[in-house]
Each structure stands twice: as structure tokens, then as C-alpha cells.
């Protein structure tokens, strides 16, 4: 059965019940209209039938007075008229007796017509009108008071029947108005109860798929609707059901899925030791593990400005390198331990070295930042305990190695006696080798010193093109040795720079020396210099045989020495030019190929931008 047709079976109850109402209605008032009918039936006809034989009577009467009064002729006449018509109505009163007692009066009045038709015809057989008074007045008179008189007992009978059956029709009228409303209202009560009943049960599917809908926004996925039958809901709770099972499995198998995913990269995450802090791509801040919370008091929890209430050494920190990711620059490394930030803790200070990392989306965008501040408080403990020994250790070979030299010095030039030829290429062997030492420990002890940030730099305004003609008188004569050509172009630009012209000197040189070094005789090592703004960028090119890009981010790294370099050094030239030129406030890297040589560059504030503490 439809939907349609439940509902409307559903209002057949009232249909039924005003029908039921409008059939009681009906039969009642044909009784009520019966009941009228029969009262003018039964005594209407008589009453107006007893007032005519009165009425007859009268004038029957009247013409006896004529005759007495001489007018016999006219009296006749007139009585002559009035006979058949008391008659028939006489007839038709006894053919209509209803009501007790009547007979016996319609007998009464049959007996008493009959005796005055007698008395009357022996009146008008009188021959004279004195005979003819006596006999009225005798005779038929009395019989006109008695037959009158039992037209009158007829008509009061039923007079007095009709009243008392048009009181009974009043009664029986007002039964029928209180049954008709009982009637109406026992209708009205069985049918809306019967019609409330069918509708409900008509529509307690769809309460049935509302549970089930709500039960679903509420994430309960294995709501059911259970609607059986064949109508427009019972589909609608199949498609309802086939959808919720759609959704519960698209829930176990991607959001599921999703949710066990995040749930293991938070473990993952929460199980760093290292505080991890994940910014949006509008920098507000995504997701922090428990190290993050422990450490930099930093909580998803509460609103607000979340960084506002991290240590200022930590904020400057995150703050730096999310602006570095979302920026579009890509991963922030650290250039070294110098970049780690001291955290005060209760169980002592932490530094804390900062990594970044870009969250990519599908289309390849930067959708958020992740940066990591990793615990290096140990390795920068031992970094600086290295320092310290290395600095010690070169510190102390400083004075018994200037001894050595000088003493292989005066042996090598016969101040303390003649040597034999062998003798001279061993002491100049000798010396070669203490003034290559004597190179390691000078820079030995200035790394250590700019790494304690004793570096002083005495920075003064000097003409570009002597410091770089300068660095390249120092590396002129190696450079012939080895066949290199050196050359220079300066811009007029750059003419001068603010700079510490014995550090950069420094700088230069080193870079002209491992240029010179690692080119081939009749190759050429060229130092450029121009202007980049508001800075000086110097470039040494060789035509080398160039570096390999996985050793390019490392041979600024101290005692790092690139497979198949020249003996001697320890590695830390292009550490210490790196930090000489950061000193400065500049940067210093390298672009090179395989086969290709090298170019180093560095750029410097044209005005002196010194680093503080440097």
C-alpha cells in the first residue's frame, strides 16, 4: 500500500463517521417529519371535518328558524343543502377515529344526526306553523344542542390531541437534538481517534528515518532505518540505509584510515625528543608535540597569541625560520652551532639548534612549515670542549715550533756551522714542514678566536682594487710556479668598501691559494669585484677541475678536507674565511661543476655592518 493511499485511509474514519452522522440526521428528522404528518392525518382532518358538521349544523338550524318564522320555502332550501355534506363528513370522521373515547363520541353523534334527520323531517311535515314551532322547540332543537354537543366532545378530542402530541413532538424533537449532538460527538471522537491512529502508524516510518538521520549527523555510522513494506518510505529508508552503509565504509577505509595515520604521526612526533612546532600557511600555529609543550610551554590550548607566551629567545627563533620556510625559500639549515638559542630551564639551560621544513600540498604549494629545535646541548658542549683543547693544544705548539723554526732556520743557513748538500735538503724539507705547521696552529688559534668572538675586526674604508692587487702579489710567485695566470677586473663601482683589510686579505688569499692549487699549468684564477646594491661582491673564478655538488655544502666545514685534495692544511681556511666574512656581515659561497672550475664569491655591506659580538 502507498503512501498516498494510508493517508488517505487514514481519514476515512471521519469520512465514515459523517456519514454515519448524516444517515441519523436523516432518519430522524423523517420521524420528526412523520410525526407531523400523522398529527394532521389523525386529528386535523377530524377537527376541521367536526367544525364543518358544525358549521352545517348551524345553517340546518337556522333554516328551521326560517320555517318557524313563515319562510318555508327558503328554510327548506337552505336545510335541503346542508344534509349530504354533514354527511360525508360525518362518514369521514368515522373512518378517521384515532384517539381513545372518540369512537364511542363518532357513535354519539351518528345516533344523535340520525334522530334530529327524524325529528327534523317530522317538523317540516307539520302542516301548520304553529304545530311546526311546537315541534322545534320540542323536538328538534334538543337534538341540535345534543348532536351539536357531540361535535364539540369530537373536537375538543382532538384539540386536546393535538396538543398533546404537538408537546410530544416539542420532547421528542429536543431528543433528537441531544442525540444528534451526542451522535456527533461520539462521531467526532471515534473517527479523529481512529484517524490519529492510522495516521500515525501511516507516518511512523518517517519518525523511524528521522532517529536514523539524526543518529547519523551524529556521527553514529551504523544508524539503520528499519522500514518495511513497499511504499515511497520504505524505499526512501533503503536509499537512506545504502548511503549510511556508503559512508560507514567510506569511514573505515579513508577517514579511518586518515585518523590512524594522524593518530601514528602525532606517536611519531610525540616520541622526539626535540621540541617539533607545525605552523599553517598563514603562520598561526597547527600542532606541537609533547617535547614542544614540556619545553617551550607551548599549547594548542587557550587561543590567543600562542607564541606570545614562549621565551623571546625561542620566539625570535621560531619566528625567524617560519617567516624563512613559508617565504618560499625553502628548508632552513643551520650554518653550525652558533645558531643554537639558549633555553633557561629548571633543570638547567638547553640550546636548542633550529631546523625548517616546508609542507607541501597536492598542487606543489607551501601549505605550512615544520620546524624542529633540536638538542644540542651535549655536541655543543663537546664542540666547545674541542674548541678549547684545539685552541690549547696550537696555543702550546706555538712557542716550542717557532723555536724548532728558528733553530732549523740557523742550522739550514750555517750560522751554527757548514752542512753538506744532503744535509741543506733535509733542513730546507724540515723548514717547509714547520712553516706549514706554523700555518695550522695561526689558524687554528683564529678560529678559536672568532669562534669565542674574540675576533676583532679594525674596519676602515680601503680601495678595493689595492686589496685585491695586494692578495694577488702574496699568491704571484706560487702562481708561477704552477704556470696559473692571474688576472683582476674591478668595477668603478666598487671601487672601495668598508672592511678589516688583514682579514679580507685573509679571505682573498685563501681563495686565490686553493684556486691557484687546484688549477692546471696555463690555467687562469681571476678575482672580480663589483657593485650589488648596497653591497661588494667579490668573485675568485679558477678553471679548475670544479667541485661536486655533494661536496659543495660541506668544504666549509672545519677539517674537512674534499677527496683528492693537495696535501698539506688542515682544512679550515674556507671555515675561517666563511666566518671572517659573516663577521663582516656578509655571506660567502660557492657555484661549480665538474670539469668546469669554481667560482667563489662573497658579498659585503659596501658600509660596515658589523655582527655584534663578532
Not at 444 to 454: E, H, N
Request: contains cysteine; negative net charge.
Amino acid at each position: 500500500m502507498t503512501l498516498r493511499q494510508r493517508l488517505l485511509l487514514a481519514q476515512a474514519p471521519l469520512a465514515l463517521a459523517l456519514v454515519l452522522v448524516g444517515v441519523v440526521a436523516v432518519v430522524t428528522l423523517a420521524r420528526l417529519g412523520r410525526s407531523g404528518q400523522r398529527i394532521l392525518q389523525d386529528n386535523y382532518r377530524s377537527v376541521l371535518a367536526t367544525q364543518r358538521m358544525s358549521e352545517q349544523l348551524e345553517r340546518m338550524d337556522s333554516a328551521a328558524l326560517f320555517v318557524v318564522a313563515g319562510e318555508y320555502e327558503r328554510g327548506l332550501a337552505q336545510q335541503a343543502g346542508q344534509r349530504q355534506g354533514f354527511e360525508s363528513e360525518l362518514r369521514l370522521q368515522e373512518g378517521n377515529v384515532t384517539e381513545p373515547g372518540e369512537d364511542e363520541s363518532t357513535r354519539r353523534l351518528r345516533a344523535g344526526w340520525e334522530r334530529y334527520l327524524v325529528a327534523y323531517d317530522a317538523f317540516l311535515a307539520m302542516p301548520t306553523r304553529e304545530e311546526r314551532k311546537a315541534a322545534y322547540f320540542h323536538g328538534v332543537e334538543p337534538l341540535f344542542l345534543e348532536v351539536k354537543d357531540a361535535a364539540s366532545a369530537i373536537l375538543a378530542l382532538n384539540q386536546d390531541a393535538m396538543v398533546h402530541k404537538s408537546e410530544e413532538l416539542r420532547r421528542q424533537s429536543d431528543r433528537v437534538n441531544t442525540l444528534m449532538v451526542l451522535a456527533v460527538l461520539a462521531a467526532f471522537g471515534v473517527g479523529l481517534f481512529a484517524s490519529t491512529s492510522l495516521t500515525h502508524r501511516a507516518l511512523r516510518p518517517v519518525s523511524v528515518l528521522s532517529q536514523a538521520v539524526q543518529r547519523l549527523g551524529k556521527g553514529d555510522y551504523s544508524a539503520r532505518a528499519v522500514v518495511e513494506g513497499k511504499d515511497e518510505i520504505a524505499q526512501l529508508g533503503q536509499d537512506f540505509n545504502s548511503m549510511a552503509e556508503a559512508l560507514q565504509q567510506y569511514r573505515r577505509s579513508s577517514l579511518g584510515e586518515l585518523l590512524q595515520a594522524q593518530s601514528a604521526s602525532q606517536a611519531a612526533i610525540d616520541s622526539l625528543p626535540d621540541p617539533v612546532v607545525v605552523f599553517g600557511s598563514d603562520g598561526s600555529l597547527l600542532n606541537v608535540n609533547r617535547s614542544a609543550e614540556d619545553v617551550l610551554k607551548l599549547s594548542l590550548e587557550g587561543g590567543g597569541d600562542v607564541l606570545g607566551r614562549v621565551l623571546p629567545e625561542a620566539r625570535e627563533v621560531l619566528e625567524r625560520v617560519r617567516g624563512h620556510v613559508l617565504g618560499g625559500k625553502g628548508a632552513y639549515q643551520p650554518r653550525g652551532y652558533e645558531e643554537a638559542v639558549r633555553v633557561a630551564l629548571a633543570d638547567g639551560d638547553r640550546w636548542l639548534l633550529p631546523r625548517g621544513s616546508p609542507v607541501y600540498g597536492e598542487t606543489g604549494e607551501v601549505v605550512g612549515a615544520t620546524v624542529i629545535l633540536q638538542d644540542v646541548t651535549r655536541l655543543r658542549r663537546f664542540d666547545e670542549l674541542k674548541n678549547d683543547l684545539v685552541a690549547t693544544v696550537a696555543h702550546e705548539f706555538r712557542t716550542p715550533l717557532t723555536s724548532l723554526r728558528m733553530a732549523v732556520h740557523l742550522v739550514a743557513e750555517g750560522v751554527v756551522g757548514p752542512v753538506t748538500e744532503k744535509q741543506a735538503d733535509l733542513l730546507f724539507a724540515a723548514r717547509e714542514d714547520c712553516e706549514r705547521l706554523q700555518g695550522i696552529v695561526d689558524d687554528l688559534l683564529d678560529l678559536s678566536r672568532i669562534q669565542a668572538g674574540q675576533l676583532q675586526l679594525e674596519v676602515r674604508r680601503v680601495s678595493t682594487e689595492e686589496l685585491v692587487e695586494s692578495v694577488l702579489d702574496s699568491q704571484r710567485s706560487s702562481a708561477e710556479e704552477r704556470g696559473v695566470r692571474l688576472s683582476r677586473w674591478v668595477e668603478l663601482d666598487a671601487e672601495s668598501v668598508d672592511v678589516d683589510p688583514d682579514r679580507l686579505g685573509l679571505v682573498l688569499g685563501n681563495l686565490v691559494g686553493n684556486g691557484v692549487k687546484h688549477t692546471p699549468a696555463g690555467g687562469e684564477v681571476e678575482v672580480r669585484v663589483s657593485r650589488e646594491g648596497s653591497r661588494v661582491r667579490f668573485e675568485v673564478r679558477d678553471s679548475g677541475e670544479g667541485i661536486a655538488p655533494e661536496q659543495q655544502a660541506r668544504i666549509f666545514e672545519k677539517f674537512y678536507r674534499a677527496p683528492g685534495a693537495p696535501v698539506g692544511g688542515a682544512g679550515l681556511g674556507l671555515s675561517i674565511a666563511k666566518e671572517i666574512v659573516q663577521a663582516h656581515g656578509g655571506e660567502l659561497g660557492v657555484v661549480s661543476a665538474p670539469g668546469r672550475g669554481s667560482t667563489f664569491w662573497f658579498t659585503l655591506p659596501q658600509q660596515a655592518t658589523l655582527v655584534e659580538g663578532a
